[in-house]
């Protein structure tokens, strides 16, 4: 079969490599999607000091039971979660999953999605990390599920909920997902902000937010658009220090501000004004993957509506395009590219 390995940053190849076979506990599945996101790019450039190359990438994955075991059988459609907790630590024990230190991942520790074949260690079984796909859900859909379980960990944290005004900070794939989910969480108005103004051209005329802002002056946009109060919440959903330090000018008294995206590890050092955190009342919450369970409640809010997906896959491309897929994402050309093996 094929899959596209990680051998060495800047060095993804697609090559052939024996079908897997599921061990006792495990399943093994036809990958129908795959779809790529940031980390992949991240992945391509700069390695990651848990992969063990080479190593088949991919996490976003959906596809078809081959060999079943449990209560899966051959045919079975399924979305598989991404970052693997133990299940037996203090954290996981104490429902804190996507902090579980013992973490692992697919695609990092194990072989990925991008590939026509793929075993489901029985790590994932036991913490009940596959899900069916429900009816009327593609896969390419089920795959986006696990980004938005992310969002969805995010927004939980940050409490995003009825009558909030909202700001998302970064309009890439994260970015629509996030104004999308605010809106099905019941925010007033949901504003986006991005320094590229086609990326931010191509999201907003997919996910319609109430304003849409680009340039050096998004802080005083946003208070102008809030009556000078600021917004009650601030999501940045790009690695970037300089918009962490905006979220702090322009969000409301008591607000909450997401620093969802991660920033460069040779450089995570922000300048922040600690007395507006102390006087206006501030919650600063970071977000860390998901859950299994954020993964099953994203795959409802998908097939239910209240979060559509599948108008922000761009992109759908062979197994055998995808340094193209990643080039793709990391110029920014495309909301989500899926790969279907
Ligand atoms: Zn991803
Ligand atoms: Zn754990």
């Not at 938005?148 to 960990?153: D, E, G, R």
């Not at 970071?286 to 998908?302: F, T, V």
């Amino acid at each position: 079969m094929k899959v596209a390995r990680f051998h060495a940053p800047g060095d993804i190849r697609v090559e052939d490599a024996p079908e897997p076979v599921a061990g006792p506990g495990e399943l093994l599945i036809r990958v129908r999607n795959c779809s790529t996101c940031g980390t992949d790019a991240k992945i391509l450039k700069f390695g990651h000091h848990h992969i063990r190359p080479p190593r088949v990438m991919g996490h976003e994955i959906a596809g078809e039971v081959v060999t079943g075991t449990g209560a899966f059988e051959p045919g079975d459609r399924v979305q598989v979660i991404a970052a693997i907790p133990c299940g037996e630590c203090g954290e996981c024990r104490r429902g804190r999953m996507t902090v579980c230190p013992n973490q692992e991942s697919m695609g990092y520790h194990y072989d990925g999605g991008f590939a026509e074949y793929m075993v489901v260690p029985a790590k994932v079984l036991a913490v009940d990390g596959v899900n069916r796909i429900p009816a009327g859900v593609g896969f390419a859909e089920a795959s986006v599920a696990e980004p938005l379980a992310c969002v969805l960990n995010g927004q939980e944290l940050a409490r995003v909920g009825p009558g909030d005004d909202v700001v998302v900070i970064g309009s890439g794939p994260i970015g629509c997902l996030h104004v999308r989910l605010a809106r099905a969480r019941g925010a007033r108005r949901v504003i986006l902000a991005d320094l590229n103004p086609d990326r931010l051209e191509m999201a907003a005329v997919l996910v319609n937010p109430d304003a849409a802002l680009h340039g050096d002056d998004v802080t005083e946009a946003v208070l102008k658009l809030t009556e000078g109060r600021g917004a009650d919440v601030v999501i940045t959903a790009a690695a970037s220090g300089v918009a962490q330090e905006q979220a702090l000018g322009m969000v409301a008294r008591q607000g909450r501000i997401s620093f969802f995206g991660g920033l460069p590890k040779d450089n995570p050092i922000i300048r922040l004004d600690s007395n507006l955190v102390h006087y206006r009342e501030l919650t600063i919450v970071g977000a860390n993957g998901s859950s299994p369970a954020h993964n099953k409640q994203a795959l409802e809010l998908i097939a239910t509506g209240a979060v559509p997906v599948a108008d922000l896959i761009t992109h759908r491309l062979p197994l055998t395009d995808v340094l193209e897929g990643i080039d793709i994402v990391m110029r920014g050309e495309a909301i989500k590219v899926t790969v279907e093996p």
